[in-house]
C-alpha cells in the first residue's frame, strides 16, 4: 500500500510568483486535505476536497486553491506569493469523515 | 469549533509510561476526541481517538473523564521514537490543530 506523497520536498520562490505544489493520496481514498504549518505552530486547515468538489475551507484567501483529480490525486495553488506563505505544506488523504494520512509535506520558502 | 488546551512542553524517562493532558469544557455530545502526533521532520500521524469510552490500541491508550470535559492519552512504555508534539484534537472533517505537547524523552 503506498502512502501519501508530496512533491516537491523544498521550494524557494520570489514575492509575487505563484507556485504549485502536489499530494497523492493513498490507495482508495478520495478525500484530501490541505494544510499549512509556520514555524513552531501547529497546522492550519487550508481546505479539503472530496470527488473532485472543494468540502470545506478555513480562513485563507481566494488566492489559495486547488484542484483534485480523477484519480484523487489532487494540487494546491498559491498565486502573489507573500512572505508569511513561507511554511511546510502538508496533505492529507482520508476516506470521509475518516482517520487522515499525512504526507512529509513540501517546505516553501518565499523570498 | 470546540477549544482544547495542552501542557506546551512535558518530558518523560525512557521506559515509563506516559500521560499527556487536554482540556475540552467546551466539547459538544458529538465531537470525537482524536489523538495526532508529529516527530521531527514528518507529517502528523494518527494515534487514536474516542467518543466516552476508554480506547486501547497498539499504539497507546485513551482516558476520556465521565464529563468528557477533559481526556488523557497514556504512553505504556516511552520510547525514544515517542518523542514528538502530540496534539489533542476535536473535529475529524476539519482537524483544528492548537499548539500541541511537545513530549521529550530522556534516556
Known amino acids: 500500500e503506498t502512502g501519501v506523497t508530496q512533491s516537491p520536498t523544498h521550494l524557494i520562490k520570489t514575492r509575487g510568483q505563484q507556485v504549485t505544489l502536489r499530494c497523492s493520496s493513498q490507495s482508495g481514498h478520495n478525500t484530501v486535505s490541505w494544510y499549512q504549518q509556520a514555524l513552531g505552530q501547529g497546522p492550519q486547515f487550508i481546505f479539503q476536497?472530496?470527488?473532485?468538489?472543494?468540502?470545506g475551507r478555513g480562513n485563507f484567501p481566494p488566492r489559495f486553491s486547488g484542484l483534485q483529480f480523477p484519480n484523487y490525486s489532487s494540487e494546491l495553488n498559491v498565486n502573489a506569493l507573500e512572505l508569511d506563505d513561507s511554511a511546510l505544506y502538508l496533505c492529507?488523504?482520508?476516506?470521509?469523515?475518516?482517520?487522515?494520512?499525512f504526507g512529509p509535506g513540501t517546505r516553501l520558502t518565499v523570498l | 469549533d470546540a477549544k482544547t488546551t495542552q501542557p506546551n512542553s512535558m518530558e518523560s524517562n525512557e521506559e515509563e509510561p506516559v500521560h499527556l493532558p487536554c482540556n475540552h469544557s467546551?466539547?459538544?455530545?458529538?465531537?470525537?476526541i482524536h489523538w495526532y502526533r508529529q516527530l521531527p521532520s514528518q507529517g502528523p500521524e494518527y494515534v487514536i481517538h474516542?467518543?466516552?469510552s476508554n480506547v486501547n490500541n497498539r499504539m497507546a491508550s485513551l482516558a476520556i473523564a465521565e464529563d468528557r470535559k477533559s481526556s488523557t492519552l497514556i504512553l505504556h512504555r516511552a520510547t525514544l521514537r515517542d518523542a514528538a508534539v502530540y496534539y489533542c484534537i476535536l473535529r475529524v472533517e476539519k482537524l483544528t490543530f492548537g499548539t500541541g505537547t511537545r513530549l521529550t524523552i530522556i534516556p
Open positions: 467546551t466539547i459538544s455530545g458529538t465531537d470525537y
Open positions: 474516542g467518543l466516552t
Open positions: 492529507a488523504s482520508s476516506l470521509p469523515l475518516g482517520e487522515q494520512f
Open positions: 476536497y472530496y470527488r473532485e468538489e472543494e468540502n
